[in-house]
């Protein structure tokens, strides 16, 4: 029996989470019911997609052929909804960033626990195939010890934001592109090289004008003594890259695909892995673990560990000064 859920949030990502997976009957999950803010725009394609439309994600929650929820919805929004979904005993899968906050992300962290419903945060490049050879290369000794971290995510998505619109209300996307992009880009860190310890945050709007940054920058150093140093801009050509570099070898991946691998000594590897949709593979895997199969995997203390060096940055920003991860 395939897990049934509610989609609440129907807008771009709302609808590419539901098209991922719908209709495979050997995913795992299927969207029944749902609910938006906007109703009238999403009511046709609801429909299309088979997905009961309620007025209200209360209503949502007391559906009764409803077991889990797809939050797709404003930052601000997730914390109070995955304690709302807890204590109506659904299952949870958010999308990022997971809260604004550390002392929200714990909280709802607890709230499911409670509960006992399985909590998912969705970071979908963890399911990238390249980015498991990364941690195999990592854990085998391919790097060596490592040393220092880059990241890069950015694209040109900001410069579409327009008053009125949630995303370009600056409560809900601090420091320009991390809440849409840039979160990805520091969980792909923490999920290769582990907890950060520090963080020195500059951030600044060189090109927008709708109140918004576009260009930030970071340095930061892990719990295990590596570097660190990450980038995200909201108005610029799209760009996915993390590199590893270490005391053996140095591993590039770019685009999600293309893996470059350069030893201290030998002949460097150039690798492409084959295309994935990362939207299904998280989706499949919530519903795994909700039917008792693996874990999902991402740690829910590396979930809260996200949001709380996204609230540091956001604090460094400020200041200027270099702060400590709690």
């Known amino acids: 029996m395939s897990l049934q ?7 771009r990502w709302g609808r590419i989470l539901v098209e991922s997976i719908q209709g495979r009957n050997e995913a795992g999950l299927r969207f029944v019911a749902g609910s938006t803010g906007t109703p009238d725009k999403a009511r046709d394609w609801a429909a299309a997609q088979g997905i009961r439309l309620h007025d209200s994600y209360e209503a949502a929650l007391a559906d009764p052929a ?3 929820v797809v939050l797709a919805t404003p930052h601000k929004l997730h914390a109070a909804q995955v304690e709302a979904a807890a204590a109506a005993g659904k299952h949870v899968f958010v999308e ?6 550390k002392a929200s992300a714990a909280a709802a962290v607890e709230a499911c626990r409670k509960a006992g419903v399985v909590l998912a945060l969705g970071h979908n490049r963890r399911f990238l195939p390249a980015v498991a050879e990364l941690k195999a ?3 085998d000794g391919r790097i060596g010890t490592l040393l220092h971290v880059e990241g890069q995510f950015s694209g040109p998505g900001a410069a579409a934001y327009k008053p009125g619109m949630w995303r370009a209300d600056r409560s809900e996307s601090p420091l320009g592109g991390m809440g849409g992009m840039g979160i ?3 969980d792909m860190m923490v999920n290769l090289a582990g907890p950060i310890a520090e963080v020195t945050v500059a951030s600044t709007a060189r090109v927008l004008t709708n109140g918004l940054d576009d260009t930030t920058a970071m340095l930061c150093r892990f719990a295990s003594g590596a570097t660190g140093t990450f980038a995200t801009l909201a108005y610029a050509p799209r760009c996915w890259r ?3 570099y270490g005391s053996e070898g140095w591993a590039e991946l770019t685009d999600h695909e293309h893996l470059v691998y350069r030893p201290r000594e030998g002949e460097t590897v150039v690798r492409d892995f084959p295309k994935v949709d990362i939207e299904r593979a998280e989706l499949e895997a919530f519903a795994a673990a909700v039917a008792g199969g693996a874990a999902y995997p991402l740690p829910l203390d590396q979930a809260i560990h996200g949001v709380s060096v996204f609230e540091t940055m956001i604090v460094s920003a400020a200041s200027g000064g270099s702060h400590a991860v709690p």
């Open 242 to 244: 993390v590199a590893l």
């Open 184 to 186: 990805h880009m520091i």
């Open 137 to 139: 290369m990592l854990a």
């Open 5 to 11: 859920a509610a989609i609440i949030g129907m807008g």
């Open 96 to 101: 990022k960033p997971f809260t604004l906050d």
């Open 66 to 68: 409803v077991q889990a």
